[in-house]
């Protein structure tokens, strides 16, 4: 255990190492949040509710779903995809340590840099905007349970995702095909309440929609069916599963050449 916490450390240490990247992204991420703020303030100008949220839960909505978009980055998968395309997964494999055990370990530490980073957007936002929902503290904790389990979901889809560069010559483009499915179907771009009703639905039961629309909605109390927590929970085996089949198959693919 004592090598994985190393791991974390030295990706914090390297996560931290450029500062100047750090200001930038924070101040990209705080120009986003806000300016989505102000475009839906415009829309809610002329009515109380749209589509059953009120200024307050919206905002709290764009506020957390930026927040769990930029925690579910496509780091482990563009990690491990990268390294398998430059031929370094060799190298990788002789460590004496699990290679995806020491990629969620990284990952672990960028969530940890992300959720600094949103501090002081999560102080900032409430004295412009003035509006802001605030839970319970049970509501805040059901959030934080479903957010994990949503993460733990996104990062066995984007190894799933990473393992596919075995079969494929490049995978820049499933990278983006990656990228464009998070935005439609988990609700960070809008809630899936926005959609079309039956297109809705069947969202709701995919597993990018456990990673920012089900737990924000939790959040803010809506009118959320507890029995999808069952479907959230069933995600995990059932994608641990496919990824282990893939990780067995993508091994037998390898070659490693040398003495």
Same mark, same amino acid.
């Given at each position: ?20 990247? #750090?200001?930038?992204?924070? =101040?990209?991420?705080? !120009? ?14 002329? %009515? @109380? ?8 839960? *919206? ?5 957390? &779903? ?6 579910? @980055?496509? @780091? !482990? ?26 990629? *969620? ?25 003035? %509006? ?14 479903? @957010?994990?389990?949503?993460?733990? =979901? ?12 075995? #079969? ?33 639905? !069947? ?7 456990? &990673? ?23 995600? =995990? ?6 990824? &282990? ?15």
């Amino acid at each position: 255990m004592s090598k994985y916490i190393h791991i974390t450390r030295l990706a914090l240490i390297t996560q931290l190492q450029y500062k100047s990247f #750090f200001v930038a992204t924070l =101040i990209r991420t705080f !120009i986003q949040v806000l300016v989505s703020i102000f475009v839906w303030k415009t829309i809610f100008f002329t %009515q @109380s509710q749209v589509n059953g949220y009120t200024l307050e839960t *919206f905002t709290t909505y764009i506020i957390f &779903a930026n927040l769990l978009g930029n925690l579910n @980055s496509f @780091s !482990i998968g563009r990690d491990l995809s990268i390294m398998i395309v430059d031929g370094n997964i060799t190298g990788e494999l002789l460590y004496p340590y699990s290679l995806i055990t020491s990629l *969620f370990f990284q990952d672990f530490a960028v969530k940890i840099v992300e959720i600094v980073k949103f501090i002081p957007i999560l102080l900032v936002i409430p004295l412009l905007q003035g %509006q802001l929902y605030l839970p319970n503290w049970q509501t805040g904790l059901l959030f934080l349970f479903s @957010s994990l389990l949503g993460m733990f =979901i996104i990062l066995l889809l984007d190894l799933g995702f990473s393992l596919t560069a075995f #079969f494929t010559a490049n995978t820049w483009g499933i990278l983006i095909l990656r990228n464009g499915l998070f935005s439609l179907a988990s609700g960070a771009l809008l809630p899936l309440s926005f959609y079309p009703e039956n297109i809705a639905n !069947i969202l709701k039961l995919l597993p990018y929609s456990f &990673a920012v629309n089900f737990p924000v909605n939790i959040l803010l109390k809506r009118q959320v069916n507890f029995e999808l927590f069952w479907i959230q929970l069933a995600w =995990i085996p059932i994608l641990s599963a496919f990824i &282990a089949f893939l990780w067995y198959q993508a091994k037998r693919r390898l070659v490693i050449l040398g003495g």
